[in-house]
């Protein structure tokens, strides 16, 4: 059963990951389903992954916000929210590499 939860979590991760860099690579696709607010399932997406924690009002996201500035600011937030991924990557490998697993793990 823990697999299975692991899986899924690193699914989640990944799935993540893929959309912050295809906003990296296009975030005027982004912006324009932010702006147009047409399709409900892929502006809630795009909210869930460039929200950078639970309390974000992201009003920097605003549908009235100037084009150009939408699509930086989804540009930034997509790049903030791939260091933050990466970052953790590397403090678990740290921690991983020098024993400091966590209890749960060594069973």
Request: proline share 7%.
């Amino acid at each position: 059963m823990f697999a299975v939860w692991v899986a899924i979590f690193v699914g989640l991760v990944v799935l993540n990951i893929a959309i912050c860099l295809s906003v990296v690579a296009k975030p005027e696709d982004a912006a324009s389903v932010i702006a147009e607010r047409k399709n409900p399932l892929t502006l809630a997406l795009y909210y869930s992954v460039l929200s950078m924690s639970r309390m974000d009002p992201q009003s920097d996201l605003a549908p009235s916000t100037p084009f150009p500035a939408l699509v930086r600011n989804c540009r930034r937030r997509a790049v903030r929210r791939l260091q933050l991924f990466f970052g953790g990557a590397v403090v678990l490998a740290l921690f991983i590499v020098t024993g400091h697993t966590p209890v749960w793990w060594s069973r």
